[in-house]
């Protein structure tokens, strides 16, 4: 399940910090987390896996980073 900026329609999303304030604890009670839009830096919610996907996917690739930097 795909999901897409509201604003732009981009594809490509990071993980947002959460903040403890109602707008985002009335969407944890949701169970959705907040994430930004790499194209137009909109911050809006998705889904607890959605959202530990895209951390999954982040930590990927800083350890291929870090690997490519050492065998240089
Ligand atoms: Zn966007």
Known sequence: MAIYCCVCGF?????SRFR?????????????LPVRCLN????TFTSVSQFLRLRR???ARHREHQQRSTTS
């Open 11 to 15: 594809l490509k999303f990071r993980t």
């Open 20 to 32: 403890f304030r109602s707008s985002d604890l009335s969407q944890l009670l949701l169970m959705r």
């Open 40 to 43: 137009c830096d909109e911050r």
């Open 57 to 59: 996917m982040r930590k």
